[in-house]
């Protein structure tokens, strides 16, 4: 029997990564644990560069916004998810799911683009250390983060846009913890193709463009580096961007992973699997790589819970 269109608003549930309930429960103290540790870890850090008079830079202040976006981003699945499971039930609603796709997407633009800036921030710095105070000045830094968010914004509105104009079953069971778009298409009992095609414009685009910004900004950054004579002035302009080639290179990683996943294998939960690694996982590991690779931002650190441990 072919499944029949619902005239009026569907029923979405979220499957999850599993039904056995011993398994869930695991979840729930995983998820729950790595959750905590994102929150806090990024609020660390924005609370250190905030009190720190001495990390009120560029770089800095792209970065306290990177970790407010990875905060945002895991917001979007994880509570949602962790409130399923401990409620037994897997409803979501129609306007929620829209709505977690629509922000899912908006802060999955905007890290995209703030390493990006970052990226050029490190280029400015290395390539034209003369130069730097003058190249990122407090008004193009603004500018540049304000491009960034206007961007992510506007970027992810076609998309959402676009699925308003499907029509599903009366109940649509979605194999993932979360409404990922490219999921809920597959499941449309409506032609996809336009929201397919918008689906590859924007991630063509908004992915291009992007990592095309920070190869180049790489590949300039090793060319200046490759003329300094000294080996302890090579290390000294590789340390600065270290912290971030690392994030860079965990954030396309598990994209890639994704993307891959999705396309050479049947099943959707290698997908599923992957996207826990750039939905969860990377927003987690962003505060411990720049914590533990970066001198000034351990000594910030050091100084804000020192003060939060004195404070009467």
Same mark, same amino acid.
Request: glycine share 6%; net charge neutral; proline share 5%.
């Given at each position: 029997?072919?499944?029949?269109?619902?005239?009026? $608003?569907?029923?979405?549930?979220?499957?999850?990564?599993?039904?056995?309930?011993? $398994?869930?429960?695991?979840?729930?103290?995983?998820?729950?644990?790595?959750?905590?540790?994102?929150?806090?870890?990024?609020?660390?850090?924005?609370?250190?560069?905030?009190?720190?008079?001495?990390?009120?830079?560029?770089?800095?202040?792209?970065?306290? %916004?990177?970790?407010?976006?990875? *905060?945002? &981003?895991?917001?979007?699945? @994880?509570?949602?998810?962790?409130? %399923?499971?401990?409620?037994?039930?897997?409803?979501?609603?129609?306007?929620?799911?829209?709505?977690?796709?629509?922000?899912?997407?908006? &802060?999955?633009?905007?890290?995209?683009?703030?390493?990006?800036?970052?990226?050029?921030?490190?280029?400015?710095?290395?390539?034209?250390?003369?130069?730097?105070?003058?190249?990122?000045?407090?008004?193009?830094?603004?500018?540049?983060?304000?491009?960034?968010?206007?961007?992510?914004?506007?970027?992810?509105?076609?998309?959402?846009?676009?699925?308003?104009?499907?029509?599903?079953?009366?109940?649509?069971?979605?194999?993932?913890?979360?409404?990922?778009?490219?999921? *809920?298409?597959?499941?449309?009992?409506?032609?996809?193709? $336009?929201?397919?095609?918008?689906?590859?414009?924007?991630?063509?685009?908004?992915?291009?463009?992007?990592?095309?910004? $920070?190869? &180049?900004?790489?590949?300039?950054?090793?060319?200046?580096?490759?003329?300094?004579?000294?080996?302890?002035?090579?290390?000294?302009?590789?340390?600065?961007?270290?912290?971030?080639?690392?994030?860079?290179?965990?954030?396309?990683?598990?994209?890639?992973?994704?993307?891959?996943?999705?396309?050479?294998?049947?099943?959707?939960?290698?997908?599923? &699997?992957?996207? @826990?690694?750039?939905?969860?996982?990377?927003?987690?590991?962003?505060?411990?790589?720049?914590?533990?690779?970066?001198?000034?931002?351990?000594?910030?650190?050091?100084?804000?819970?020192?003060?939060?441990?004195?404070?009467?």
């Amino acid at each position: 029997m072919e499944p029949e269109n619902h005239t009026g $608003i569907p029923e979405f549930y979220l499957l999850g990564l599993s039904e056995n309930p011993e $398994i869930q429960s695991a979840l729930f103290g995983l998820f729950l644990s790595l959750y905590l540790v994102t929150i806090f870890g990024n609020l660390l850090i924005i609370l250190a560069i905030v009190s720190d008079p001495k990390l009120h830079t560029p770089m800095y202040l792209f970065l306290s %916004n990177l970790s407010f976006s990875d *905060v945002c &981003f895991t917001s979007t699945t @994880v509570p949602k998810m962790l409130l %399923n499971i401990q409620t037994q039930s897997k409803r979501i609603t129609y306007v929620g799911c829209i709505t977690q796709m629509y922000f899912f997407t908006v &802060f999955g633009l905007l890290d995209n683009l703030l390493l990006t800036v970052m990226a050029y921030d490190r280029f400015v710095a290395i390539c034209h250390p003369l130069h730097y105070t003058v190249l990122m000045s407090p008004k193009l830094c603004s500018q540049l983060l304000l491009l960034a968010w206007l961007i992510s914004i506007l970027g992810a509105l076609p998309e959402s846009l676009t699925a308003l104009r499907l029509s599903f079953c009366a109940v649509v069971e979605i194999p993932h913890y979360f409404c990922e778009l490219p999921e *809920v298409l597959k499941l449309a009992c409506s032609d996809t193709f $336009i929201n397919n095609v918008v689906l590859y414009i924007v991630t063509g685009i908004m992915g291009f463009f992007p990592l095309a910004g $920070i190869l &180049f900004s790489y590949s300039q950054i090793v060319t200046s580096v490759l003329q300094i004579s000294t080996a302890g002035g090579k290390y000294k302009a590789f340390s600065t961007c270290g912290s971030h080639l690392s994030v860079v290179s965990l954030f396309y990683g598990t994209c890639l992973g994704v993307y891959l996943s999705s396309t050479w294998t049947q099943g959707s939960w290698a997908g599923v &699997f992957a996207s @826990v690694l750039y939905t969860v996982v990377t927003p987690m590991m962003n505060p411990f790589i720049y914590s533990l690779r970066n001198r000034d931002m351990k000594r910030a650190l050091n100084m804000l819970l020192y003060n939060l441990s004195s404070s009467p």
